[in-house]
């Protein structure tokens, strides 16, 4: 405990001390379009007040969240299925990780084309990318289930049904919550990229909007709210993973 | 091991799968339902695929994206893979980076191009540094993992056996965080991948994600379909050449199951 606490301050020190430098170097001469922290974090508690800044927060969470949620239910769901029944295995799991590495935001043109350009169509693509690495980690994690466990439960007579619920679940949530971090940076990546293409509202369409009009400072507060929500998106899937897998010790982030 | 050569029986069953798909579609295309701008026929994504593959100036497209994809993961892989070995093997390292790349980890990068542009100009310098910067992370998170998990017995047999600090740490702790470091290459190039089509669609003249825009933008939607195949295609054949890649190198632990072949 004492090793780690001492190495979050060292972290934290090393923080301090670049946001130091950065806003040091920030009195020299510099172009226009670089900003120093002090200067940033006012603009930000500015655009705050002056509700410039929430309405797009709220269309990028009204895209992202049922994205997240409706892809990543989807993919823990069958990868857990795929993982436990063979018949499923050999249905999904070939095309499954055959398309894996396809970059899905290519989708975007053609499911715009199918769904317009409204927020239907970026929560199709931010969902099928989430998909794809809760339907591997629970997979695994479904597969990675000791046949020990399982013999034992047959053993005293549970049935199918009980085992995955009982056995094969409980011991694929690790990987299932190693798969939904992925997801959840994923979704938020797409939901910049997608709203950076082409939107009328969402913090992407902030950045890209404020950066082509010069307005670095609104450019500036729209990055600083894209970190703070991905931040504490992970950090809020953390805390749930920690009550979640309270009999697991939690080794590392 | 087996699933390396897969029987017939599922050859037949992909190959029917695909077949119905492609069926599928073209009935889509042929009923007169939908317009052919939102449904092109087969034949027509066909004949613009066969002009992409012909075309050189289609392949340069391609070549650009490629190139830019694979710089930035290359520069990532060197990077990551040094700084993921230090931080593993030295708890100085790890108290130094760690906070920093754990902190920074779940901020989507992407959100800073804009100023990438500003800072690198609007070419494939900014791209590729926001690729590098993007396939850093799970590349240096993936070998950090694997650098601590490296077997104290194998270190302690080095050291006894009189090997020095710098050859243990290049025959012993690089060949056994080989498997970690290869799960993390895995990771971080479908990521390379998606940063380049994204950027290349924001802000780009040239390369296969602009391809798309521009085709979508023109109402070709039968080329635009054609690239994105293209597109699909070359990032299953950039992930099968990083799974090849590893099982020759670290050819004393296969990876098996569907990811492997």
Redesign the interface.
């Known amino acids: 405990m004492g090793a780690s606490l001492r190495s979050r301050w060292i972290g934290l020190a090393l923080l301090a001390a670049m946001l130091l430098i950065w806003q040091l170097a920030m009195r020299f001469e510099h172009p226009n379009f670089l900003m120093g922290p002090l200067e940033i974090a006012r603009h930000f508690g500015e655009a705050l007040r002056s509700g410039e800044l929430l309405p797009h927060i709220g269309a990028s969470l009204v895209r992202s969240l049922p994205g997240f949620i409706i892809g990543s239910l989807v993919g823990v769901v069958l990868g857990l299925l795929a993982g436990f029944a063979r018949s499923l295995d050999q249905l999904l799991s070939p095309p499954v990780f055959l398309s894996y590495p396809v970059p899905k935001i290519v989708f975007l043109p053609i499911v715009m084309l199918w769904l317009g350009i409204g927020d239907l169509s970026k929560i199709v693509v931010i969902s099928l990318a989430c998909f794809y690495p809760c339907f591997i980690n629970a997979y695994y994690g479904a597969r990675g289930t000791s046949t020990i466990m399982v013999w034992s439960g047959l053993n005293m007579g549970a049935r199918r049904s009980q085992i995955f619920r009982k056995v094969v679940v409980p011991s694929a949530l690790p990987l299932v919550f190693a798969g939904l971090r992925v997801s959840l940076a994923l979704s938020f990546i797409l939901l910049f990229s997608t709203e950076m293409i082409n939107a009328r509202s969402g913090l992407g369409f902030l950045i890209r909007q404020s950066e082509s009009s010069l307005r670095f400072d609104l450019m500036y507060v729209a990055i600083v709210a894209v970190a703070a929500l991905g931040y504490a998106g992970d950090e809020l899937l953390l805390l749930v993973r920690r009550r979640v897998l309270a009999w697991q010790q939690a080794t590392s982030r | 091991m087996s699933l390396r050569w897969p029987d017939p029986a599922?050859i037949a069953?992909?190959v029917a799968?695909l077949a119905i798909g492609i069926l599928a579609w073209e009935a889509m295309a042929r009923s007169g339902l939908w317009s052919p701008?939102?449904v092109p026929s087969v034949v027509r994504i066909g004949y613009q695929l066969w002009l992409l593959v012909t075309r050189p100036e289609s392949l340069v497209e391609a070549w650009y994206s490629v190139a830019r994809g694979l710089g930035g993961f290359a520069l990532a892989a060197v990077v990551g893979v040094a700084l993921g070995v230090l931080m593993g093997r030295s708890?100085l390292a790890?108290?130094?980076f760690?906070?920093?790349f754990?902190?920074?980890?779940?901020?989507?990068k992407?959100?800073?191009?804009?100023?990438f542009?500003?800072l690198f100009g609007i070419g494939s310098l900014s791209k590729v540094l926001l690729i590098f910067l993007?396939c850093l992370y799970p590349i240096v998170i993936t070998t950090e993992?694997g650098g601590r998990a490296v077997n104290r017995v194998l270190l302690w047999s080095a050291a006894n056996m009189g090997a020095s600090r710098a050859r243990i740490l290049w025959r012993v702790v690089v060949p056994a965080t080989a498997p970690f470091i290869f799960a993390g290459f895995r990771?971080a190039?479908?990521i390379a991948?998606?940063v380049?089509?994204?950027t290349e669609?924001?802000s780009s003249a040239d390369g296969l994600?602009y391809l798309?825009?521009y085709s979508?933008a023109s109402f070709k939607?039968d080329r635009?379909?054609a690239?994105?195949l293209v597109?699909?295609l070359l990032?299953?054949a950039?992930?099968r050449l990083v799974v090849r890649l590893r099982n020759r190198l670290v050819f004393w632990e296969r990876l098996e199951?569907?990811?492997a072949e």
């Open positions: 599922s069953r992909r799968l701008l939102i708890a790890a108290a130094f760690g906070p920093v754990s902190g920074t980890y779940p901020i989507p992407i959100a800073l191009f804009p100023i542009i500003y993007e993992a990771v190039l479908p991948m998606i380049v089509i994204i669609m924001i994600g798309v825009m979508l939607t635009m379909l690239v994105v597109i699909a990032g299953v950039l992930d199951s569907y990811y």
